[in-house]
């Protein structure tokens, strides 16, 4: 059996802190065999720099998994294409730098993003069936990463690839979901892992400018917030020969 621990939306400073503060001490807790983070507004709350993904892995992230901020930070583009396990979406155009899956410790690893309400990129259905079909060897632990708006289509995905993957765990909205289950072929499945990062904001980023936002139409600086910062992570517990998994929890952590 294979313990897998996968992150929400890290953002910003008190997100990196609060995987330096947990990571570690879960790490040991159960044994983890893999530890796989979503990244695209640690640096920030936008982007990712080298500084950042390198505290990320000094705290034990294996995998870093990104979305549509992933181009936020110029520095991290050449990055993409070396041996550092960091991800962008697989289903973006061809010729894009980076890679969107990796296979580490015997598991493939996929980032596919959404197109309902972010953009028009290529279909990630489609993009995840020609990747099963080409890969071979094909490992048998299979983890999604479907940085997606809408939850319809993360619940379409997670069917649509049930019993051919592992897991698909839902990011890019950064409040979690209570629909964690394995579906009834042996995969597990959540619409929105939530964030690691600031409680008091607006999915991470300063209240008061986010209202100012709604409230004018106009354009704000946003700031990471401040305060209190909220832990979300799903555990996974993997059948290693048949890629089925037989169990899905939350882990939901507070840091001052």
């Given at each position: 059996?294979?313990?897998?621990?996968?992150?929400?939306?890290?953002?910003?400073?008190?997100?990196?802190?609060?995987?330096?503060?947990?990571?570690?001490?879960?790490?040991?807790?159960?044994?983890?065999?893999?530890?796989?983070?979503?990244?695209?507004?640690?640096?920030?709350?936008?982007?990712?720099?080298?500084?950042t993904?390198?505290?990320?892995?000094?705290?034990?992230?294996?995998?870093?998994?990104?979305?549509?901020?992933?181009?936020?930070?110029?520095?991290?583009?050449?990055?993409?294409?070396s041996?550092?396990?960091?991800?962008?979406?697989?289903?973006?155009?061809?010729?894009?730098?980076?890679?969107?899956?990796?296979?580490?410790?015997?598991?493939?690893?996929?980032?596919?993003?959404?197109?309902?309400?972010i953009?028009?990129?290529?279909?990630?259905?489609?993009?995840?069936?020609?990747?099963?079909?080409?890969?071979?060897?094909?490992p048998?632990?299979?983890?999604?990463?479907?940085?997606?708006?809408?939850?319809?289509?993360?619940?379409?995905?997670?069917?649509?690839?049930d019993?051919?993957?592992?897991?698909?765990?839902?990011?890019?909205?950064?409040?979690?979901?209570?629909?964690?289950?394995?579906?009834?072929?042996?995969?597990?499945?959540?619409?929105?892992?939530g964030?690691?990062?600031?409680?008091?904001?607006?999915?991470?980023?300063?209240?008061?400018?986010?209202?100012?936002?709604?409230?004018?139409?106009?354009?704000?600086?946003?700031?990471?917030?401040?305060?209190?910062?909220?832990?979300?992570?799903?555990?996974?517990?993997?059948?290693?020969?048949?890629?089925?998994?037989?169990?899905?929890?939350?882990?939901?952590?507070?840091?001052?």
């Open positions: 059996m294979m313990l897998i621990l996968a992150v929400g939306d890290i953002v910003g400073r008190p997100g990196r802190r609060a995987i330096q503060k947990h990571l570690p001490d879960l790490r040991k807790q159960y044994e983890l065999g893999l530890v796989i983070a979503n990244a695209e507004n640690a640096a920030g709350g936008f982007g990712l720099t080298l500084a993904a390198d505290e990320l892995f000094d705290a034990g992230v294996d995998v870093l998994t990104s979305g549509n901020h992933i181009w936020a930070q110029k520095e991290i583009i050449p990055h993409l294409d041996e550092m396990p960091i991800l962008r979406p697989l289903n973006y155009p061809s010729g894009v730098p980076g890679r969107g899956y990796i296979i580490n410790k015997q598991t493939m690893i996929v980032n596919l993003i959404g197109r309902t309400f953009s028009n990129f290529d279909c990630p259905f489609r993009a995840m069936d020609k990747l099963l079909a080409e890969v071979d060897p094909r048998s632990v299979i983890v999604v990463d479907f940085h997606a708006e809408a939850t319809s289509e993360k619940v379409a995905m997670g069917r649509y690839l019993g051919r993957v592992s897991a698909v765990l839902g990011t890019h909205t950064h409040v979690g979901t209570i629909d964690a289950l394995v579906l009834p072929q042996g995969t597990a499945y959540v619409t929105d892992i964030m690691t990062g600031p409680i008091d904001s607006i999915i991470g980023a300063g209240a008061e400018a986010v209202i100012n936002r709604f409230l004018t139409m106009m354009p704000h600086h946003l700031s990471v917030g401040k305060g209190k910062t909220m832990f979300s992570a799903i555990l996974l517990s993997v059948d290693e020969n048949s890629g089925k998994t037989i169990s899905i929890d939350r882990i939901d952590r507070e840091v001052e």
